[in-house]
C-alpha cells in the first residue's frame, strides 16, 4: 500500500496501483469539465454536439516522459477554463499516454515531449459511438511536422497559443478558446514560439485510421 497524491486529493493504492474512489472522482472531474468547455464552444458543438452515449469503461494506464514535461510546465495558464487544465493534469498518472508516432523516424525529442492522451475513444476513461476527444500538449518551441488522417478534425485551445497550420490555408496564430478545423486528409502542421499550448481536440467519423505524417511530395 502506497499514498500518492492525484491532483489535490489524497488516493490510496495497492500492489496493483489500483485506486480507490478517488480515482474515479478524477476521470469524473475530467469528463465534467471537458464537456463544459466543449458544450460552451460553439464551434465545437457546430462540428459535433457533444456525445450523449458515453459509457466509463477500464483504462490500462501508461506513463511516458512528455507528461512529466506537460505537468512541470509553469507557463501553462488558462484564463477560460482552469478547471479543465487542472482536470486534464490530475488525470496524468489515470491515463495512457500515447505513442502515436512510435515507429516513424520522428525522433525521441518529439516523443518526449508531445503529449497526447485520448478521454474519449479507445484505451481512454470513457468511450462513444460518436466522436473521439483527446488533449494534445506542445512545450515551447516545439513543431509537430505536417500530417494528416482521415477523421475531421477540431482543435480548442484551453491554454497558451501556437501557430497552426492548414495545407491551402495562411497560418493563423491561435489563442484560448480559438479553434482550427482539418478536413478530412487536409496535411496540417503544429509551432510553438515562446509559449506552450493544451488543446481538446475532437474527431468525428472515420476515426479508427491513426494519423501519418505527410511526404514532402504532397506539400508542394
Ligand atoms: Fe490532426
Not at 499514498?3 to 490510496?12: K, P, Q
Not at 500492489?15 to 474512489?21: A, G, L, P, T
Not at 484560448?176 to 478545423?181: K, L, M, R
Request: net charge negative.
Amino acid at each position: 500500500i502506497s499514498l500518492g497524491l492525484v491532483g489535490s486529493e489524497m488516493c490510496i493504492r495497492d500492489r496493483s496501483n489500483r485506486c480507490d474512489m478517488n480515482q474515479e472522482a478524477v476521470y469524473q472531474t475530467l469528463l465534467r469539465t471537458t464537456q463544459d468547455a466543449y458544450a460552451g464552444n460553439a464551434e465545437m458543438t457546430g462540428f459535433t454536439p457533444f456525445p450523449d452515449d458515453i459509457v466509463r469503461q477500464a483504462v490500462t494506464p501508461f506513463h511516458s516522459t512528455c507528461c512529466d514535461v506537460f505537468c512541470e510546465d509553469k507557463k501553462l495558464v488558462s484564463q477560460k477554463y482552469p478547471a479543465l487544465q487542472d482536470a486534464i493534469r490530475a488525470a496524468s498518472d489515470a491515463v495512457h499516454w500515447r505513442q502515436t508516432y512510435k515507429d516513424t523516424d520522428i525522433g525521441d525529442d518529439f516523443m518526449d515531449q508531445f503529449a497526447c492522451y485520448c478521454i474519449i475513444g479507445e484505451n481512454a476513461p470513457f468511450m462513444s459511438a460518436a466522436i473521439r476527444l483527446f488533449m494534445v500538449y506542445m512545450p515551447p518551441h516545439f513543431y509537430y511536422p505536417w500530417h494528416h488522417h482521415p477523421a475531421e478534425e477540431m482543435y480548442l485551445v484551453v491554454s497558451g497559443n501556437g501557430v497552426f497550420k492548414r495545407k491551402d490555408c495562411p497560418d493563423e496564430r491561435l489563442t484560448e478558446d480559438d479553434t482550427s478545423f482539418h478536413q478530412s486528409n487536409q496535411p496540417h502542421a503544429m509551432e510553438t514560439l515562446d509559449d506552450p499550448v493544451l488543446c481538446l481536440v475532437a474527431w468525428r467519423d472515420d476515426f479508427e485510421t491513426p494519423p501519418v505524417l505527410t511526404p514532402p511530395s504532397d506539400m508542394s
